[in-house]
């Protein structure tokens, strides 16, 4: 017997035709590149007109440099800081360009930027005394911008649409951990300013407290005339505590945990968080050890790893393997704690005895203007980061607000077509 045959009203519609599989992805832009763009605009602002003081109109045309002589006095050092140091710029125009701009004409664009910001900063030094504008420097940071830019042209595509490192940010972090992210970027280079403990971030309190110029201690003596008398007591005394690895223990795994469980916040469930925050707490290792290696070439680059510091490494970072496991709402609120805690005996321990001979060195070190930006950096991540995890948790908080209400509108919108029938 034959099948009867549909009416044809009822004869099925073909599926509809499916995208292909190998269909290149929609081009997109990048946020976090042009943020990252910004970012590092600002760090060479800063760099190249720190201290930002003593200018001074000497007279000379700010364009003077280009047809001055050549510098006297210059290194290799010099010069290969000068490239290096505008290639990540370069690198962020280009990326900062994608999808409008690609290929030669954004690689041209990051050498046309590179060199105006150079010729801006070194004209804006001709009025500081400390610093000298030269043709020589603009030179090498508009080849700087090229370099970067050239490289990481051919990959925009890649990096941007379908590279790997989108992938990976899409499978490990919440969508909301840009910020985040940009703060664990940050965290490595937070530690290469010699602090009073090994990650002894957080000190801002106990400059301020300590320098009687500060604008805060201004503020303070304005409103407690007797401040003086008891700023010199700031800290607990040596014979509280009497182990200064016991400090630094204290210190450095607080920073540590506070930092891991930061980090964990902003990472999806199924994230590798234990390889994660292992790369992070070596990269940070590692670049410590190279800058100062850079900064003094004489075998100290490991010199601030002390015993305390590597035993507070290891029992804390067993106590985050286990803490990773409790609830994310639990981490938040231990993240917040050690951080708390980390700033406060940062700001009221006692000072290390070699902390105030090793700071002096880095500031007459190589990366002279540099240092005072690291430093900054290790003051205020503890507060960045406390603030994204308060941020975080009201944003969970609204959330479950708003589903409890959309539930009990819901319960009430069944209820009255319950009574309606």
Not at 52 to 78: C, H, Q, V
């Amino acid at each position: 017997m034959e099948p009867a045959t549909p009416p044809p009203s009822e004869t099925p519609r073909p599926p509809p035709e499916l995208p292909e599989l190998n269909e290149p992805p929609e081009p997109r832009h990048s946020p976090l590149a042009r943020v990252g763009l910004l970012c590092f605009t600002l760090l060479i602002v800063y760099a190249s007109l720190y201290p930002f003081s003593g200018w001074t109109d000497n007279g000379i045309s700010p364009f003077a440099f280009l047809s001055a002589p050549k510098p006297r006095y210059i290194t290799e050092f010099d010069l290969l800081t000068n490239v290096l140091g505008y290639c990540p710029f370069g690198a962020l125009v280009v990326l900062a360009l994608h999808p409008r701009v690609s290929g030669a004409r954004a690689t041209l664009i990051a050498l046309v930027a590179g060199a105006l910001l150079s010729a801006c900063m070194e004209a804006f030094q001709t009025w500081l005394p400390s610093r000298i504008s030269s043709n020589i420097d603009l030179i090498t940071n508009a080849l700087g911008a090229l370099l970067g830019g050239a490289v990481v042209a051919p990959f925009t595509a890649a990096l941007i649409d379908r590279g790997t490192l989108t992938r990976l940010r899409t499978a490990w972090f919440e969508p909301h951990a840009s910020f985040a992210i940009i703060l664990l970027l940050l965290w490595p280079f937070a530690q290469i300013f010699p602090q009073e403990h090994l990650f002894g971030m957080g000190g801002i309190v106990r400059e301020w407290l300590t320098d009687p110029d500060s604008w805060p201690m201004q503020v303070l003596q304005a409103l407690l005339p007797s401040l003086e008398t008891w700023q010199d007591n700031i800290g607990l005394r040596p014979e509280d505590m009497q182990s200064q690895q016991m400090l630094e223990t204290l210190v450095t795994a607080c920073s540590w945990l506070g930092t891991g469980l930061f980090a964990s916040i902003a990472m999806r469930r199924h994230a590798p968080m234990l390889r994660i925050l292992a790369g992070l707490l070596a990269a940070a290792l590692l670049i410590k050890a190279a800058v100062a290696e850079i900064q003094f070439p004489d075998g100290v680059a490991f010199n601030w790893l002390s015993e305390g510091g590597r035993f507070a490494l290891l029992t804390s970072s067993l106590v985050l393997a286990l803490l990773l496991y409790v609830p994310r709402w639990l981490r938040a609120v231990l993240a917040m704690v050690a951080l708390v805690v980390l700033v406060v005996l940062t700001n009221v321990l006692p000072s290390n005895p070699y902390a105030w001979i090793s700071e002096q060195g880095w500031r007459m070190g190589r990366f002279v203007h540099f240092n005072s930006l690291a430093q900054w950096l290790g003051w205020l991540w503890p507060f960045m980061a406390f603030s994204y995890v308060i941020w975080r948790l009201e944003q969970v908080s609204l959330g479950r607000r708003a589903r409890r209400k959309a539930a009990a509108a819901r319960r009430r919108a069944a209820a009255t077509a319950g009574t309606q029938e």
